[in-house]
């Protein structure tokens, strides 16, 4: 593997959280049991055995169900999550886009925040100087800049988050769900930003749950399933696999509803 | 380890960030703001001297000096209580921000530890502006002062860092870290001088790296004699080997926290 994103045989597991540990009580509990073997914890695998390589150009999308293991892939790669089994190895500035407004302080100004969320992604004092500008006018927030963020409403934090993170220069970039904020105007906005900021890196990751986003944008997708890759291919094809078998799966669910409410369970098939 | 350092450094424009932050969130709508910085400690004293020096009529020395005494222990053990406050949650207590960015947990303990400081230190300039306006005078032990203070803060360092991590795996943490500073603090000469320990059993008491370190404190300061080197020597101890085993969990932790906060 020689990409600029390389995982080898990577798994990841949670303790269900219903067995998490939170008091000194239930620790001792556990031990107890543990020692006489009546209990082992549960674990849930969020990733089981991945292996992907990613490199120079690539633009993947990565689709699957809900909690099919998607944000785990990307946190994982981002280096949030360490890996039980395998390895990571990523090369390269990685910005991660997770979720907007992460890091704020309410109590701080517009303007603060701005340096705040700076150095929180790693970016020094003078490269934060050189963005701020082109960051104020790009969230449209005009005086309100200089206000603490408490005062803001929610599209004023979405629109000053979104604004740092395309005046970002990464490498690596991993997109978790699209990040459309903002009035229709800045939609747009947004829309042709985050295009530029697409150009700029080298490799990229998008998880979306919009096919259409994904087709448009990737070079490639994979198809993440209970923790596991199980399809990675030209977008077309995976999307067409994933629509297909998401109906599939659709229909026998609705049958099964269908089924269990007519009396003496049905036989609709 | 000194990779982790080294990255503290690195990033301190963002530690004194989040602590700007941190402390403009803490004194948000509050009339006095900063000032209860200054009020606290005046109080702690106040009520402390109340009880031990006028109820109990302990000390043995004259009203200023053991005013001096326990202000010196109370305003210098209240950075171990700031700690429990302002380090002790600062992994867990940013849960949002580790699983969404990769950012060395450390750094927020050193925001913590920075925001600890800075409070604490208002408490140490207000203690020496009481000890020279009741009279109290200075020997050359006190240029032992500065090391001494080295190793309160090291030790404070060393325990943020160690309950941070723990309170990340064991919530109990948060509830039973005051009572046990409470009961350290009763165990260690802070509010009463070295002098109450029984000879026979001093040794066994200065075992206790709180109890080492505020009885050279009372060395350095207040001129109490006894053979500084075996209390100097526990103290040491405890840092380096607090050192080695908290940055020993530490290491052990950090690649568990986003899988349980």
Redesign the interface.
Known sequence: MSGRINLENVSIR??MSYH??????Q?LAEIGRRITRRWQPEYFTALDNVSLSIGNGDIVGVIGRNGSGKSTLL?TV?????PDKGSVSVTGR?S?L??LC??F????SGR?NI??GG???GL??VQIREQIGQIIEFAELGEFIDVPMRYYSSGMMSRLSFAMVVSMEPDILLIDETLSVGDLEFQNKSQKAMGRLIEKATCQMIVSHSLDTIRSLCTRVILVESGKIVMDDKPDVVVKEYIQSARVEGETTMAAQVNALLPGGGALQ | MIELYREIWKRRDLINYMVVGQQQAAVFKSMLGGLWHVLVPLAQTGIYYFLVAVVFSAGGAKASLSFIMIMMGILHYALFYHVASFVQPAIHGNASLLLQIKLEPILLVAAGFVRSLRIWNVGIVIYFIFFFALGGTIGMKALAYPFLLLLLLLLAWVMGLLVSTAAVFVRDIERLLPILLQILMYASPVIYPVSFYPDRYLQLFLLNPFASIFALFHWSILGAEFDVWFPLSVIVAWVLIGLLVTHAFYAWGRQRFTKVI
């Open positions: 949670f303790r998490k540990i939170s008091s000194s009580t620790a946190r981002s280096g949030i999550y360490y990685v991660a997770l979720q992460t890091g302080n309410t109590q701080l603060e340096v705040l150095l929180t992604l020094d004092q």
